[in-house]
């Protein structure tokens, strides 16, 4: 069984930065693709980033330019970096990855419990 745990959220003032990590804990011998996803009050989950293991990155509009999504696969731990952040980033953090759990290519996926992040102006 899979489990992924996020850390790393908190209270921050605007222009701030943050780090989220999201390890992963299981049977994992790689994995296809990861993402975080948000979901601000009122407002439903969206994604921030996600990405690859053939390297393809896309991030919101609204994040571009200061957020950075990464993955150490020594540690299964993907990471959100966030700098200059905004009052409109505050919300629930969550990852989403999907790992290859065995030698023949099984697949599973999954998120994160979440993390809060609340930007103040």
């Known amino acids: 069984q899979v489990q992924l745990v996020e850390s790393g959220g908190g209270l921050v003032q605007s222009g701030g930065s943050l780090r989220l990590s999201c390890v992963a804990s299981?049977?994992?011998?790689?994995?296809?693709?990861m993402a975080w996803y948000r979901q601000s009050p009122g407002k439903q989950r969206e994604l921030v980033a996600d990405a690859t293991s053939g390297r393809s990155v896309d991030y919101a509009d609204s994040v571009k330019g200061r957020v950075t999504i990464s993955r150490d696969n020594a540690k299964n731990t993907i990471y959100l970096q966030m700098n200059s952040l905004k009052p409109e980033d505050t919300g629930v953090y969550y990852c989403n990855e999907e790992v290859i759990i065995d030698t023949v290519g099984s697949t599973w996926h999954g998120w994160g419990q979440g993390t809060q992040v609340t930007v103040t102006s």
């Open positions: 299981g049977s994992i011998f790689g994995f296809n693709v």
